[in-house]
């Protein structure tokens, strides 16, 4: 999909009406600097930019992310201005006087950094300067251009001044338009892909990308956290060990009172910490506090102590779900999926929750489907970029993925949907798809949130018009 012709229209179609204004609408949340360190070890801020000072900065090597005091990453490698790479540390900050106030200055554990990174800037000019009095460049990053953002947006839920050309077009015509989205946006994520297995292998790449779709929007990042502190390889050295090692990287472990616990739950937790506990010293740093994690507002189903056990299924049968990929087949796949099954989750939402009576999945039809169309698909078209027979799979690839039917909504999607269509009879049919959510979401992201018109300015409905 890397090059598909009706992907790259809706890329032209873009770069053509690109909207250069603020939006009105309310700004993301700014993620704090834990997702922030997480989202760059990820890779998905890039690896070039402009710094604040003119230089071309080429990020060569992320670096090794500290857990102690000290720079956020060490050893990572930098290059300045085409020059040979820098080898040293990296620090990212919210704000970039961050760097004073918090001491940086004048710690000599800083004197390594080669790399300042921050999401705002102070109203003054500031330098970021080493004990030494060293100048560090500083590179400004926005949360706002990462794709599918921890947080929600806040949108706007009425109809937008393209509804009315959409509402003439005849169907087959917008279906094109939504195609071509959609088709782009599966093109971003497996460049996504791409970057995540050139940054940390192929199998450490897919297995943080199931942890993240696991976790939902809500806990996608201590999922993100927890397969990144422990890579796939570490993890299945010891296979009995995989569920108390995610439990206890988790925290959910932590000095549990087995008294509450009635049984089988307490044989289950006892069973988890007796195989936790010998580790739990060497791997104290590594666990994720306990304010990262949402644990109200959430569907029982969709708890994260459920997910974990899911992530550890996934872990313990990765051989085989390696090779259901090899058969680039989703029904394959999601045969998988819906195999995983544990004795003990199958009737259980919390480790606190009394039993249902009735067994459930592990993995539900909802998140494979979503795993199909965040993680397999663009893990597809990301191994298809340079294979021989390329175009002829990235076609199945295409077909497969547009049949995808969807499962799930959220505001988000509604709120697109209700900008281009309003009560257009034919909303609930473009719908119908994972790919037209997709599309409809990359629109939204694409022409709505960046425009400060009220819609009067967007050129989106004008596009339509040209559009063939």
Known sequence: MTNSPV??????????ARVRERSLLLPLRIPDELELQARWFAGEFGRNFIATGG?????????IWNREAGPDFSDAAVCINGDEPQRGCVEIDLIDRSWETHGHSTNPAFDQTVLHVFVERSDREFFTRTSANRNVPQVQIDPATLPEAFSANIPLARPGRCHAPLENLPEPHVRTILDAAAQFRLQKKAARIRAKIDNHGRDNALFQEIAATLGYKENKLPFTLIAQRCPLKALREKPDEIESILFGLSGFLEAPNLAVYKSPTRSYVRKLWDRWWPRRDEMRRLIIPRSVWKLTSTRPANHPQRRLAALSAFAQEWPAFRRSLGQRAPSIVRKFCERLDHPFWNFRYTLSAAPARDPMALVGESRVAEILANVIFPFWCA???????????RINVWQDYANLRAHLTNRRLETAAARLFGGDPRRQQFTKTIAHQQALLQIYEDFCLQDNSDCAHCPFPEQMAKWR
């Not at 992907?7 to 053509?16: D, P, W």
């Not at 230089?55 to 670096?63: D, L, P, R």
């Not at 191994?383 to 799979?393: G, K, S």
């Open 7 to 16: 992907g790259s229209r809706y890329a032209e179609l873009l770069l053509c």
């Open 55 to 63: 230089e071309k900065i080429n990020v060569v090597q992320v670096g």
């Open 383 to 393: 191994a298809d970029a340079c294979h021989p027979a390329a175009e002829r799979r």
